[in-house]
Each structure stands twice: as C-alpha cells, then as structure tokens.
C-alpha cells in the first residue's frame, strides 16, 4: 500500500511541474495552416551540429503527444560553408538549403524547401510562395524568427498544398 501511495504521489509531482513548465515556457513553434492557427509548443526545440565545418540546424515542435502532427524546419551551409546568422533564406537561396516539413498524422506530409524549388524550375512549374525563413536572433543557447510558404504533399509539386502563413519560432539548442 505504501509503494502504490509513493508512486501516486511522485506521478502527481510529475505531471504538476511539467504542466507547469509547458505553461510558462516561452519556447513555441506557431503557424497559420490554410489560415487556421496551429500551435507546435509540445517539445519545441532546436538541434544544431557541425560536421567539417558544415552546420545543420533543425528546429522541431509538435501539436500534441498522441497524434504526431508537428511542424519542422531545417538550415544548413553545406554547399558553402557560410555561417547561418540572423538574415532571411530562401529555398531559392545558393548558398544554404531550407527545408520544411508538416506531419499531419503519421502518414501526411507536407514538404516546401530546396528541392522542391529546384524541381519546380526544372519542371518549368511556378512556385508561388517559396518557402522564406527569417532567423531574427541565433546564439548558442537559442533561435529566432519567422517562416512562411506552400508546402506540397510528398514534396510533389503537383500534388495538393497547403500554405504556411505567419509562422514564427522561438526555441533553444
């Protein structure tokens, strides 16, 4: 009886600070999807790692625990080696390759960035709303900013989109 009392308590403590630090943190991952506004606060978080002298950053929220719809964003230099700073990116942009991805479900995905841009110009496909990353402030500690863009089922240009409006992150490393 003791042990089932203990454990209940230490699950209550558990599960207090963690609604705790969900509600205070001011770490998020906001998007508009085809003009509803969707949270990706669960989890929201950055990694960044340099392999010879090419940085990758990858930034990643979800909308809940149980249904796996989350929102990604990825940078990286390697096709230049050029620091990633505070400025704007494109996925038309040659230096660096963007890249983002929504996850509906565990099966539903939608995918706006580099590639899809190349493969929309090699196509002769108009792109309408590239994807745009905006990083407002990176440390080492944090990033900032703001998205926007269509992102294409699959990453198929021809496929079904949907459009990215008024995203903005803040998260940590």
Do not use: W
């Not at 230049?80 to 996925?91: C, H, Q």
């Not at 863009?149 to 998260?171: C, L, M």
């Amino acid at each position: 009886m003791k042990k089932k009392l203990a454990l209940s308590v230490i699950t209550i403590i558990l599960f207090a600070s963690c609604k705790k630090n969900n509600s205070s943190s001011s770490y998020q991952i906001t998007a508009s999807v085809d003009g509803k506004a969707k949270n990706f606060n669960i989890n929201a978080s950055a990694s960044k790692s340099t392999i010879y002298g090419a940085t990758f950053i990858s930034i990643l929220g979800f909308t809940s625990p149980y249904t796996g719809e989350s929102f990604s964003i990825d940078i990286d230099n390697s096709l230049s080696l050029d620091s990633i700073v505070a400025g704007t990116y494109t996925d038309t942009t040659s230096h660096f390759t963007v890249s983002g991805a929504h996850t509906r479900d565990t099966t539903t995905l939608y995918e706006a960035g580099t590639i899809l841009a190349s493969d929309a110009s090699n196509t002769g496909t108009a792109l309408v709303n590239h994807l745009k990353l905006i990083i407002t402030s990176i440390d080492n500690k944090s990033i900032r900013g703001t998205f926007s863009g269509d992102f294409y089922f699959n990453g198929d240009i021809s496929a079904a989109k949907e459009s990215i409006t008024s995203g903005a992150f803040y998260v940590t490393f």
